[in-house]
Structure formats: structure tokens, C-alpha cells
Nanobody
Framework: QVQLVESGGRLVQTGGSLRLSCAASGLTLSSYAMAWFRQAPGKEREFVAAVSWSGCTTYYAGSVKGRFTVSRDNAKNTVFLQMNSLNPEDTANYYC?????????????????????WGQGTQVTVSS
């Protein structure tokens, strides 16, 4: 069974940094495009960042561009999200997701509905 486990979320002050990790098992990570989404209470899950199979292509939501960096280490089956200059609007449960459908990813990398597998989430809280 495919399993994605996020870690690294915690309480941090405005302006601080966090590095989230997503450890994958039950799959070969290089066969999946990966993404990060986040969801605050009472709000819909929204796209944060995505990275292609090789890591050569990345996409970011406008709200995090320039502050967050997504990367992957396929040999270690791990995806990362480096989060800098955090602000209270970044407070959310952060989820990693995996997609094995190259026919749709290039055009729909921002769409939560194309992803096949999800982690349980890790909470990021940014104090003001």
C-alpha cells in the first residue's frame, strides 16, 4: 500500500522558517509527480507547490512563490517543502500528494482532484 507521511510541522513565529518532509513508502517515488496542498479550518484544500518526476519542473501558488521551495530526493523517497518568511496566512494543515498520471499533470498540477495518494497532514501554525 502506498503511504505518505508528512512531518516537520510546528508552531513558528512570523518570519520564521520550517522544512516539511514527506516520506513515501509502497511506491517508487520517481514514478510520481508530487505536490503540497494546505487546508485551514473551514476552508478548501488549496494548492501550494508541485514538482515533476525528476524534480526539474516546479510550480508554486502565487501566495508562496519566492518564499517556499519544493524539492525531492527520489533515492530517499522523500519530498521536501522549505518554507521561509512565514506569516499567519500560512497557518494550515499541510498535505503531500502523489500523482502517477503524466497525461494530466502537466496541465492540472494545481488540481487536488488529479492526485492519487495523500498523506495525513502536518500542522503548521504561524503566530502573529
Amino acid at each position: 500500500q502506498v503511504q505518505l507521511v508528512e512531518s516537520g510541522g510546528r508552531l513558528v513565529q512570523t518570519g520564521g522558517s520550517l522544512r516539511l518532509s514527506c516520506a513515501a513508502s509502497g511506491l517508487t517515488l520517481s514514478s510520481y509527480a508530487m505536490a503540497w496542498f494546505r487546508q485551514a479550518p473551514g476552508k478548501e484544500r488549496e494548492f501550494v507547490a508541485a514538482v515533476s518526476w525528476s524534480g526539474c519542473t516546479t510550480y508554486y501558488a502565487g501566495s508562496v512563490k519566492g518564499r517556499f521551495t519544493v524539492s525531492r530526493d527520489n533515492a530517499k523517497n522523500t519530498v521536501f517543502l522549505q518554507m521561509n518568511s512565514l506569516n499567519p496566512e500560512d497557518t494550515a494543515n499541510y498535505y503531500c500528494a502523489a500523482d502517477s498520471s503524466p497525461s494530466t499533470w502537466s496541465d492540472r498540477w494545481y488540481d487536488k482532484n488529479i492526485y492519487d495518494n495523500w498523506g495525513q497532514g502536518t500542522q503548521v501554525t504561524v503566530s502573529s
